[in-house]
């Protein structure tokens, strides 16, 4: 009696990560494809957005740019909430486990840092500007996620879940964008405003928990990766938890109460209103 017996082909299908022809790869291509998110917003903006084509040169780049950012925030949110609450072995293991997801994340999101980072030095060098705390944030943030690459054999949990600090990404995006819309008086921007002040401070809350995982598994921390490396991570959380993040959460709230765009000082509806009155009053003096 003769039995067909399905072949059976195994793929590999998993990449080599400890190949830096691998992960070179990986970051370029994630530098590419924000890049292209970029280029992308910028056409589709122009093709849907009235408010978009009515932006000064300047406004429709950083308009790009925070696109972009919330694209990345999207992905570091699905990401980090992986890492913090589904992966059994991640949570298991927080200092030396790793899967191949989270190689992939971490490499991407190295290439999206060196795409922020580059796209921040153009936007100031070509406008003359500098928000100086987003610029040290950045930069942290892209050596921090290539010094997970670097040190290879470190586990990825801590990296992931401070990935999970760019929740706020989006929501700051859409505020920015309705502001420049004319929208901050509707309900849906009070409504985005609220829950993004609320998640500052559940990146607090986040903030907290890294530190007690590093200090839990301390002995194990100090084996996995250099002295330097250390410093440089808790110099970088150190200074979102006591500096950058209660700025924010400053700013978010009072901006929640009293709508203003900070990053190109358009004038609220109020100091438009006392402006036009004060015209009115010159006027009058003027005539005879």
Not at 32 to 38: A, D, R, S, T
Not at 51 to 56: D, I, M, W
Not at 184 to 194: G, L, R
Request: net charge positive; proline share 2%; hydrophobic share 50%.
């Amino acid at each position: 009696m003769l039995t067909d017996q399905p072949s059976k082909v195994t793929l590999q299908s998993e990449m080599d990560y400890s190949s830096w022809e691998t992960c070179l790869k990986l970051i370029a291509a994630g530098f590419f494809v924000y890049l292209g998110i970029f280029v992308f917003c910028h056409f589709i903006s122009i093709l849907l957005c009235v408010t978009y084509r009515g932006l000064s040169t300047k406004e429709k780049v950083f308009w790009d740019i925070a696109a972009t950012r919330a694209v990345f925030g999207v992905q570091c949110t699905v990401a980090g909430l992986r890492a913090l609450l589904v992966d059994p072995v991640l949570t298991a293991d927080k200092i030396s486990s790793q899967q191949d997801w989270s190689w992939f994340t971490i490499l991407t999101a190295t290439g999206f840092f060196l795409y922020d980072n580059v796209a921040l030095l153009t936007f100031n060098l070509i406008f003359w500007r500098c928000d100086v705390y987003l610029a040290v944030h950045h930069i942290f943030a892209l050596v921090g996620v290539f010094g997970a690459v670097i040190y290879s054999t470190a586990g990825h949990y801590l990296v992931l879940v401070t990935l999970l600090l760019e929740m706020s990404t989006p929501f700051t995006c859409i505020s920015w964008m309705m502001l420049r819309a004319g929208w901050s008086d509707t309900v849906f921007w009070k409504i985005n405003q609220w829950i993004m002040v609320h998640i500052f401070h559940c990146r607090m809350v986040l903030l907290y928990h890294i530190w007690w995982v590093c200090l839990w598994y301390w002995d194990s921390l100090i084996r996995s990766v250099s002295y330097v490396y250390l410093a440089f991570f808790f110099s970088g959380i150190l200074l979102v938890m006591v500096i950058l993040n209660p700025y924010w959460i400053h700013k978010k709230t009072y901006q929640l109460l009293n709508p203003v765009d900070w990053y190109f000082k358009a004038p609220s509806a109020k100091s438009a209103l006392s402006e036009d009155k004060n015209i009115v009053m010159d006027n009058k003096k003027k005539k005879p």
